[in-house]
């Protein structure tokens, strides 16, 4: 299955963002305001890691200009942008690792839990790009997961290049599966994650 998700979407979850398409891109927004915030936490948390600060700048340019992108989608439809509210699916994700251990060992975990909500993200795009009845917000979608996936690829090598690979291979699956049971509850909200 693509991006090695255990579980799929359930394809329903697309008939709720097309009831709530003010309440979708208000919560993509933020969820690409905090994937920047996240590369900007990792660069302030791992300075030493000069390979991984030249890739956040990157990504921080990235991913607030596409929450530029998806603010000016807001604006177009005559909306502002809502209030942030919790994403459920991060909390409990970032629950699976033991807090604490080297600075090698967190750096690992924040790396992976960044690789699965892009992989989880792109899976979501691809199936807005392919369900939504809104052709230019498929469209939108469509162009956006392609870059998603690439973010996904680039966190786990960094895990993979950081870590030792075989113990990092196995959090990565153990983590996977973890997700999928977080999976089973969720789908039933209008939200990237949720």
């Known amino acids: ?5 255990k579980l799929p979407t359930d394809p329903r979850w697309v008939n709720i963002v097309e009831k709530n398409i003010k309440e979708i891109l208000t919560d993509h927004a933020y969820c690409e305001q905090k994937a ?9 948390s791992f300075p030493e890691y000069t390979e991984l600060i030249q890739e956040m700048i990157k990504l921080v340019k990235e991913e607030i ?15 502002t942008l809502g209030r942030d509210r919790k994403d459920d699916y ?3 994700l970032v629950t699976f690792f033991p807090k604490g251990g080297s600075r090698t060992t967190q750096l690992v975990h924040r790396l992976l839990y960044a690789a699965l909500i892009e992989a989880r993200s792109c899976e979501r795009f691809k199936l807005l790009s392919e369900e939504l009845e809104d052709q230019e917000l ?10 998603e996936a690439n973010h996904y690829t680039m966190f786990l090598n960094f895990a ?11 959090k990565w699956q153990d983590l996977l599966n973890y997700e999928a049971k977080i999976m089973e509850s969720l789908s ?7």
Request: avoid cysteine.
């Open 188 to 194: 039933k909200k209008e939200s990237i994650h949720g």
């Open 65 to 79: 200009s596409h929450f530029k992108m998806v603010h000016d989608k807001i604006i177009a439809r005559g909306w």
């Open 90 to 92: 991060v909390i409990q």
């Open 1 to 5: 299955m693509m991006l090695g998700l």
């Open 138 to 147: 498929a469209k939108f979608y469509r162009d956006l997961m392609v870059s």
């Open 160 to 170: 993979r290049t950081y870590g030792d690979r075989k113990e990092v291979d196995q």
């Open 36 to 44: 920047a915030s996240t590369a900007i936490s990792l660069i302030v």
